[in-house]
């Protein structure tokens, strides 16, 4: 699944290649015909990101509501393109570029009221200019589920997963165990803050990295991490392997559903 840098990427590059241009919109695999035939040879307005969900809009108030799920792939091109394989769900091609979208669990023509119901449910994006993080909190500070749980709960925090949630616990040092309502304003200020940083950066460059300066393989004189995911991290999946700050073998556990990393001497309960 991807994590919400990804999304906010696709909305870039969506926007790079066809905003202000009226695309060929197509569904080779039939399932968005319909509205493919709607669209098509209509102006594409903009794109937008919140959490793992990604909005193009056309004309003023048409939005195609992608949700790519665990399987969902999108590939970007030169033109000309390609002839489109039955998995393409939807395509859109103008003089310079097309993209094909296979794949997604949602790819749904909607309302502007239904993608503000889609807003409404879904908790502050640290990639959002409108995001308010004390609404994350309020939640948190009631709650007596873990914050690794909490972290991964998109109703709460929208767009972290698996990987930002492991790191940003390490780099705060706080035990995956903790319960939400043990998490301080000034504790959950600092999560929030690194966690917008770290996430503009995995935007730019398309690859989660959360190692400090003084820990990457350059300065400690160690060999770069070999992961199809790339990227520089300290925890996640490195069980086994040896802390980068105090040498202790990186621990993991199941935990909603997905596999925790984490240190047990650098991160306190
Ligand atoms: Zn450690």
């Known amino acids: 699944m991807p994590e919400g840098h990804t999304i906010h990427r696709l909305a ?36 937008e990101a919140h959490g793992k969900h990604l909005f193009l809009r056309f004309r003023d108030t048409d939005w195609v509501h992608i949700h790519l799920g665990l399987f969902g792939k999108v590939g970007f091109g030169p033109t000309p393109a390609p002839p ?52 994350a909190h309020r939640r948190i500070s009631r709650s007596r589920t873990t914050i690794a749980a909490l972290l991964m ?50 935007v730019r460059n398309n690859r989660i990295d959360t190692v400090r300066p003084e820990h990457t393989p350059e300065a400690m004189g160690r060999p770069p991490r070999v992961d199809d995911h790339g990227g520089e991290v300290y925890v996640y999946r490195r069980a086994t392997l040896p802390c980068h700050i105090c040498g202790t073998e990186i621990r993991t556990a199941g935990l909603a559903a997905r596999n925790l990393f984490w240190c047990p001497t650098c991160q306190q309960p």
């Open 84 to 135: 489109p394989t039955d998995t393409v769900r939807l395509r859109l091609a103008n003089d310079t570029a097309y993209v094909d979208l296979r794949g997604p669990t949602t790819c749904a023509l909607i309302t502007d009221d239904e993608k503000r119901a889609i807003h409404d449910r879904l908790g502050p994006d640290p990639l959002r200019a409108d995001a308010d993080p004390g609404a």
């Open 12 to 47: 870039q590059d969506y926007a790079e290649r066809f905003q202000g241009t009226a695309p060929r919109v197509t569904s080779p695999q039939g399932k968005f015909s319909d509205a493919a035939d709607l669209l098509n040879g209509a102006l594409l307005t903009g794109t």
């Open 153 to 202: 709960d998109q109703k709460i925090i929208a767009g972290v997963g698996n990987v930002y949630r492991a790191e940003v616990l390490f780099r705060h040092r706080i035990d995956p165990y903790r319960e939400g309502r043990d998490i301080t304003p000034a504790q959950w200020s600092a999560i929030w803050a690194d966690l917008v940083a770290l996430m503009r950066e995995g």
